[in-house]
């Protein structure tokens, strides 16, 4: 195990080591484990992720502050963080727990994770675990928007559709890839109204739909923002002839039928002359 690659990535030098590798030490694998620094992590992070929300968020309520903040500490959150430190390297797990995969299980990364928090603290201070928190949190922190409030992709895609009055989107597993103990979902996302076919990848079904929900909603919201340009109306025989109408075969009928409605009055006007010119010509 590499602990200085792994204190590089965090960005803290422990000075003493044996916290880091208490941290790491999964309960499979011996009677010092992670568990109570877990707890001091857990309550740490919160602390931490509160106080940075409470800053760059200053215009939320507590409600809402509330719900980021359940949704930046969860466990899928930390997960993906861990998976992005490749944590799954530095632990030290049972050999039952090595053989079933649980270096790639995220409530084992999660949990791993928040005990180095408290490793952290323990080691130097609240300062140094609030530091190296931020660090962790920044790039995620950019992207957050809190008017989303911290609901998941599946919520957001379901309230906007119902929103338009269009009917909930439909999910289908269409493959998994790998072995059993690392398998990836790919997940199909429907929106038939809007005929929205898109795809997502996770590691366990939920988090394959989510991917693809997120896909979904962005298409979704493009698909429906796109307005209709300010062109002048076509003129009504242009829209049927698109149609496939032969309005111009119409029009053109319906003019020959003026003419001869016309023609048949000019020639009964002339009859009505005729007829009464007639009794003159007799009269001569």
Do not use: W
């Not at 568990?35 to 409470?54: T, W």
């Not at 997960?79 to 530095?90: N, T, Y």
């Not at 009917?167 to 597993?173: G, I, K, T």
């Amino acid at each position: 195990m590499n602990e200085q690659l792994l204190q590089k990535r965090l960005g803290h030098q422990f000075n003493d080591v044996a916290l880091l590798q208490q941290a790491l030490t999964h309960r499979s694998h011996s009677v010092s484990h992670n568990e109570r620094l877990e707890f001091l992590g857990d309550s740490i992070l919160n602390c931490v992720v509160a106080s940075i929300l409470f800053d760059t968020f200053d215009s939320i309520d507590e409600g809402d502050l509330s719900r980021v903040r359940a949704n930046l500490v969860k466990q899928q959150s930390l997960f993906e963080i861990a998976q992005k430190m490749e944590l799954s390297q530095f632990l030290r797990l049972g050999e039952g727990e090595l053989k079933s995969g649980g270096f790639r299980r995220p409530s084992i990364l999660a949990d791993t994770l928040e005990a180095l928090f408290g490793a952290i603290y323990l080691d130097a201070g609240f300062e140094a675990a609030r530091k190296v928190i931020k660090s962790l949190y920044e790039p995620i922190l950019v992207s957050v928007d809190p008017t989303t409030l911290g609901k998941d992709a599946k919520t957001l895609l379901q309230e906007f559709l119902q929103s338009k009055k269009i009917a909930l989107p439909q999910y289908n597993v269409v493959a998994t890839h790998g072995a059993a103990h690392n398998q990836e979902f790919e997940i199909e996302c429907l929106v038939p109204k809007l005929e929205v076919q898109v795809f997502g990848t996770g590691g366990s079904r939920r988090a394959g739909e989510q991917a693809a929900a997120k896909l979904a909603l962005e298409t979704v919201v493009k698909l429906l923002s796109k307005t209709p340009t300010n062109k002048k109306s076509k003129p009504r025989t242009s829209q049927l002839k698109l149609a496939g109408i032969a309005t111009i075969q119409s029009t053109t009928a319906a003019n020959d039928q003026k003419q001869t409605a016309q023609s048949s009055v000019n020639q009964h006007d002339e009859q009505l002359s005729l007829d009464v010119s007639l009794p003159q010509t007799i009269q001569k």
